[in-house]
């Protein structure tokens, strides 16, 4: 297994990242064929944001607390189980990933686009006029596959995983990267890469930062105790809405 592919489940979520909704301010629903977690349906902004996960699935309670946060920012948000049930899970014996190469093969994330295009024709449906998507590590490849269609107005990548430079050439929506200073998979380095070929693309807007002192998957995996890793995975999520508020009316 490439060390980049293994990246993507570094650090793994927390010893008390279990699955569960307690709390959450949304409703799972079924679009279609497609578990969703459903965040201000009652909304009456014609701006909805598409949250895409990363391996561990749509119902872990960082990714659904941030989609919380996001909808009280004024938007419908909806969280698609794009996994189909089916997350990665590190094995507790041996080699915690192991596994992972098999089951990418599985869930590339190409197979999600035709999933989430199905999203935004529902939210069309709905009135929903403005669209933008975000993506982390795994979900951050399908997002700026994403970016490539026209009907998404924003998009953003955060801790992205699989992603290549070659990516940001055929994009025609405007993309913020919130990259991790400390990150195998995609490497400061690699970022800068990135930044170079949309900095050759000016009628793209674009937006890259690289966050000090964090660690691959910083914004949904974070130790909910440490007061820190709090203020630094809030500190992309406002960026992240920042960007969403500039571009979805």
């Known amino acids: 297994?490439?060390?980049?592919?293994?990246?993507?489940?570094?650090?793994?979520?927390?010893?008390?990242?279990?699955?569960?909704?307690?709390?959450?301010a949304g409703k799972e629903e079924r679009w279609r064929d497609l578990g969703v977690y459903v965040v201000n349906s009652?909304?009456?902004?014609?701006a909805a944001v598409i949250l895409i996960s990363d391996?561990?699935?749509?119902?872990?309670?960082?990714?659904?607390k941030l989609a919380d946060k996001v909808s009280a920012a004024g938007y419908l948000?909806?969280?698609?189980?794009?996994?189909?049930?089916?997350?990665?899970?590190?094995a507790e014996t041996g080699s915690?990933?192991?596994?992972?190469?098999?089951?990418?093969?599985?869930h590339e994330p190409l197979k999600a686009v035709p999933e989430i295009k199905q999203i935004i024709e529902i939210l069309k449906g709905k009135s929903i006029t403005s669209i933008g998507v975000a993506g982390f590590c795994w979900g951050a490849k399908v997002a700026v596959l994403l970016a490539r269609q026209k009907d998404i107005k924003a998009a953003v990548l955060l801790h992205p995983s699989r992603v290549v430079t070659d990516d940001f050439k055929e994009i025609i929506a405007p993309i913020a990267i919130l990259a991790a200073e400390i990150d195998q998979g995609t490497p400061p380095s690699l970022v800068k890469e990135f930044?170079?070929?949309?900095?050759?693309?000016?009628?793209?807007?674009?937006?890259?930062?690289?966050?000090p002192e964090v660690?691959?998957?910083?914004?949904i995996r974070y130790d909910r105790s440490d007061k820190k890793a709090v203020q630094q995975a809030d500190e992309a999520h406002q960026?992240?809405?920042?960007?969403?508020?500039?571009?979805l009316k």
């Open 195 to 211: 930044r170079a070929v949309l900095t050759k693309r000016p009628e793209i807007d674009s937006f890259v930062k690289i966050y």
């Open 1 to 24: 297994m490439a060390s980049s592919d293994a990246a993507c489940c570094v650090p793994a979520p927390p010893s008390d990242h279990a699955s569960s909704a307690t709390g959450a």
């Open 55 to 64: 391996v561990f699935g749509w119902d872990t309670p960082l990714l659904r």
């Open 215 to 219: 660690a691959h998957g910083w914004t």
């Open 77 to 90: 948000v909806v969280v698609p189980d794009v996994l189909h049930d089916d997350p990665f899970k590190p």
């Open 96 to 106: 915690p990933f192991a596994a992972f190469p098999a089951w990418l093969q599985k």
């Open 239 to 247: 960026d992240m809405l920042s960007w969403f508020w500039k571009y």
């Open 42 to 46: 009652t909304n009456t902004s014609a």
